[in-house]
């Protein structure tokens, strides 16, 4: 099968999120299953300075527009890339330095709807046939709203390949005025509450949705929970219509990086099999020792850690709330690693002040302490209040660090609370609560640190949850399925 991812990150070129890592890891899956897959990014100024000696395949007009525009397709050629990696490169849009949508002062790019317009133009072009390639997709992969329009240009072209549109986070739709609707020179028919219209603006996820010929999001728990008002962003009703079109693949995560036996940033590796209990030991004591608590590794004190970033989504302010009655009433010591909002920058610094060598906290950005954590801990710390996929618990259960986690999105799908059926049947991975109260994610922890002083059932867990099964080759198996229905329909 040919086929075209279109995104706008991809690890190691640009990321921002996990979207850059999905868009890195699926179509080197889907490539390891033998098909002929091929990637589409925006020309930034971070990516072109990343890639060698791109070569100039072509160039088109975008008329229609206020602006018009001069595309140049791109390849790149390096790493052993292949026909791989293809670029639009159009200088005034893309070429600038920094964030891909937001300016370093904040804002979003002014010219944010041009710039995600012109990409989907382009990308709806290359399934006419790359210049002088002669190579014509059988389904376009589209991802977030950025690509949003891709389909919607598609079904304006006959013949044309088969589309499938991934929503990574309902919370950002590429939201826009009628103005802009009006200077894109977007059809005037799709200016309809069938077609892009949005409560009065436009909708580039909206125009993914409804052009798409399947939807999918990146967990079935968060396909089911984007149908209802309280996880819709009032796309519920549009969700809700797509019926059979809408399902959910969870993401995988990328095992060559994510592996305690090989990881280089540990202080010692170990496997589910090898040097499980000495090397997280090993990993504890260093951790400890970076945070600058002056411990030695005490089995009846559990070490906890989160990472990720610091905003309402991510339930920090649950895990401000509680650190403190868990200081006051256990022996328990926690790591914390995030940046985001000031407010909770700030108060999270200040209870570290009020519980020095209880609590390291690390404000910034960190991969080398990030997976320091994963290793180093016992519990690792996820009350996400939504979660359409998320990665670091998965993380932690490869990690042998066994997540704390609110029944919602990826996390109700990944992890499998303690209880004593699942224990006595070893499928138990970590400790899973269900109202979204600072009273139930203690509740869940206590639970924890009960478990963890029994240690026979607790190495046991951990057994569990670093053979999951959470590679990509399952999730990549399920899009070809996809991809599959998605071109019988568009043969109808
Ligand atoms: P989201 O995409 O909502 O931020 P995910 O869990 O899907 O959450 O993915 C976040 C990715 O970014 C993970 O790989 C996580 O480890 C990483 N990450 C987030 N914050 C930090 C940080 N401060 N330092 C290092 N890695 C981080």
Redesign the pocket.
């Known amino acids: 099968m040919k086929i075209l991812l279109a995104a706008s990150e991809a690890f190691p070129f640009i990321k921002t999120?996990?979207?850059g890592?999905v868009v890195h890891s699926l179509p080197l899956a889907l490539k390891q299953l033998g098909h002929d897959v091929r990637l589409v990014l925006p020309a930034y100024r971070d990516v072109l300075a990343g890639v060698e000696s791109p070569t100039e395949l072509g160039s088109w007009m975008i008329p229609g527009m206020k602006r018009s525009h001069k595309v140049i397709l791109l390849q790149a050629h390096q790493n052993g890339l292949g026909d791989y990696l293809y670029l639009i490169h159009v200088p005034a849009l893309f070429d600038r330095p920094g964030n891909p949508y937001v300016h370093e002062e904040g804002y979003d790019w002014p010219d944010n709807a041009e710039r995600f317009t012109v990409f989907s133009r382009a990308v709806a072009e290359m399934a006419r046939g790359l210049p002088g390639k002669k190579w014509l997709p059988d389904v376009i992969h589209c991802h977030d709203w950025q690509t949003g329009l891709v389909p919607a240009f598609l079904s304006l072209q006959q013949p044309r390949p088969a589309t499938v549109f991934t929503i990574?986070?309902l919370a950002y739709d590429g939201h826009f005025s009628q103005q802009n609707f009006i200077d894109l020179g977007l059809p005037a028919s799709w200016w309809s509450v069938e077609y892009v219209e949005f409560y009065g603006g436009l909708s580039m996820l909206k125009a993914g949705m409804v052009f798409a010929d399947r939807v999918t999001t990146v967990s079935p728990t968060y396909a089911k929970e984007i149908c209802t008002p309280a996880f819709g962003y009032r796309y519920e009703g549009i969700l809700r219509s797509l019926g059979t079109k809408l399902s959910g693949i969870l993401?995988g995560i990328d095992l060559t990086i994510w592996n305690p036996e090989t990881d280089t940033y540990l202080a010692k590796n170990y496997s589910a099999k090898k040097q499980c209990t000495a090397g997280k030991a090993k990993n504890k004591q260093f951790l400890l020792n970076r945070a600058g608590f002056n411990k030695t590794v005490d089995k009846t004190a559990p070490l906890m850690g989160f990472?990720?970033?610091l905003v309402e989504?991510?339930g920090i302010d649950m895990i401000i709330r509680t650190a403190p009655v868990l200081f006051e009433t256990s022996n328990v010591n926690m790591v914390i690693?995030?940046?985001g909002h000031m407010a909770y920058e700030a108060e999270i610094q200040q209870l570290a002040e009020d519980y020095p060598g209880r609590l390291y906290v690390?404000i910034?950005?960190?991969?080398e302490?990030?997976h320091q954590i994963e290793a180093g801990c016992d519990i690792f710390l996820m009350p996400s209040r939504f979660?359409?996929?998320?990665?670091?618990?998965m993380?932690s259960l490869r990690y042998g660090t066994l997540p704390v986690v609110h029944h919602t999105g990826?996390l109700a799908d990944t992890v499998t609370d303690a209880q004593i059926d699942t224990i006595k049947n070893k499928t138990a991975t970590g400790f899973v609560f269900y109202h979204e109260t600072d009273e139930a994610l203690r509740e869940a922890i206590q639970r924890a640190l009960v478990l963890y002083t029994q240690s026979s059932v607790w190495k046991q867990l951990c057994h569990t949850a670093m053979l999951s099964p959470l590679g990509w080759e399952r999730s990549a198996a399920e899009y070809l399925k996809l991809y599959r229905l998605s071109m019988a329909s568009v043969a109808k």
Do not use: V
């Not at 910034?364 to 991969?367: C, F, N, P, Q, T």
């Not at 979660?387 to 618990?393: F, H």
């Open positions: 999120g996990g979207l890592d990574h986070n993401n990472i990720g970033r989504q991510k690693l995030g940046s690390h910034g950005y960190s991969e302490l990030a979660e359409p996929c998320g990665l670091n618990q993380y990826g």
